[in-house]
């Protein structure tokens, strides 16, 4: 099988509001479009030139541009971008918060398969076209949403408040020190942003007491236990990957390049009650998350000991406490030891988010499997500015779709 490598991105300032800034998704696209090619090299004519052999393609991941832009047909879309995409192969990939994931594993798979030496993936959503309540409907299609959407204020954090209420249920851990727990999660979430000059909640702020202080007007319960500082952003932005094959790395003689080394794909109940029953008779809440993670671990010939750093889809704090155990950080039960430790801090052994995860650097849903994926490769790269890890070989993401139902993980590292 052909090798995938990373050429390089971008992603767009996740602080900035388009539609107060008079601009569309057209605008959007262009800027990520154009400043993900500059870092990997490439030109609009590098395009057309690779197009007239058909060996470059594009790959939209979005959620739901229907809903917040009014706008379907997202592939076609980046034809109005630049004339050198006007012929190219072109379509939109859509799994809920795991859009783009899925455009990165249609891009991989026709890498690895020689069908094309270049793939382009951008990944985008524009939230903040609506109010939030609308927004948060919008949301709801991402779950079953006869049953768990309609009518119902912000389902997601509702949905995500009653993976807590299991945690705790399935290993009778302590409260208190499950809800601590959480807190500290967000605490190094935002934490971490302050350090990534394109985090949305760079210039905001939080601490544990701050974070532990549920229900007070600072910090409103919004679903169930969790409260606003358990949630992630609602936000604007697009991520752009571009990959290309071995054959393309050696003719243009790339030195050090960023190799994608396996994936996880695994589908769960679209139900949240159905998955809840699903994980009866297995140690995690999570089992098909689990099994992603393995299937990654399997492909790459890699173990949890080898990944040096994570980026996980920490929508809510609960489900980042979540992946800790599905990434085989600890023993499912566990978790709060390697939160309370210091372990998945930024300066711990095995750090999560670096960037500032969904909660610190924000989640335009259909762009964050593509963001965490450009920063799994700017870390091994050492392009994480501001945020660079001292030790970046090989780094894990968890993207998920809905509640936990469409699961991608992939590990990138350096071409040993």
């Known amino acids: ?6 050429l390089g991105g971008a992603q767009t300032d996740f602080e900035r509001n388009w539609s107060k800034e008079g601009k569309g998704v057209v605008a959007l696209l262009k800027e990520a479009m154009t400043d993900g090619l500059q ?35 997202l592939g076609a879309l980046l034809t109005e971008i630049n004339p050198a995409f006007y012929g190219v192969p072109s379509a939109r990939y859509e799994a809920a918060c795991a859009s783009s994931s899925v455009a990165l594993d249609a891009a991989i798979t026709k890498i690895s398969n020689g069908d094309y030496d270049v793939a382009i993936v951008v990944g985008w959503e524009l939230m903040k076209t609506v109010d939030s309540k609308t927004g948060g409907d919008f949301l709801g299609y ?103 094959s071995e054959k393309y790395v050696e003719k243009h003689t790339i030195k050090n390049a960023v190799i994608v080394k396996g994936y996880g794909h695994r589908t769960a109940p679209m139900l949240f009650e159905k998955k809840m029953e699903d994980n009866k008779d297995s140690e995690y809440v999570l089992p098909w998350t689990r099994q992603a993670v393995l299937d990654a671990y399997r492909r790459s010939g890699l173990t949890v000991d080898d990944i040096d750093f994570f980026e996980t889809h920490d929508c809510f704090t609960s489900s980042e406490y979540a992946a800790i155990s599905a990434f085989g950080i600890t023993e499912p039960g566990k978790e709060y030891e390697a939160v309370e430790s210091g372990m998945i801090a930024l300066d711990g052994t095995k750090p999560i988010n670096p960037s500032g995860g969904l909660i610190g650097c924000g989640h ?53």
């Open 142 to 244: 991402a779950a079953y949403y006869e049953t768990e959407g309609k009518g119902i204020e912000f389902p997601f954090p509702k949905l995500f408040g009653k993976l807590a209420d299991e945690i705790i249920k399935k290993y009778g851990t302590d409260e208190k020190r499950f809800m601590d727990a959480l807190a500290k999660i967000s605490v190094i979430n935002y934490s971490n942003g302050k350090r990534n000059p394109n985090a949305q909640t760079r210039k905001w702020f939080m601490d544990q007491n701050q974070a532990e202080s549920r229900g007070m007007d600072t910090n409103p319960f919004i679903g169930g236990r969790l409260a606003v500082s358990d949630c992630s952003q609602v936000t604007d932005g697009a991520t752009v990957v571009v990959l290309a």
């Open 39 to 73: 870092d990997a090299g490439l030109s609009y004519e590098d395009i057309i030139e690779l197009n007239k052999d058909n060996r470059i393609a594009c790959y939209v991941g979005n959620f739901i541009a229907e809903q917040y832009v009014n706008q379907g047909h």
């Open 1 to 6: 099988m052909i090798k995938t490598y990373i």
């Open 364 to 416: 335009p849903v259909g762009a964050s499997g593509a963001r965490m994926f450009l920063d799994l490769y700017k870390q091994v790269a050492g392009k994480a500015e501001g945020y660079q890890l001292k030790k970046a070989n090989n780094g894990m993401m968890l993207n998920i779709g809905g509640s936990a139902t469409t699961n991608y993980v992939f590990i990138v590292g350096k071409d040993e």
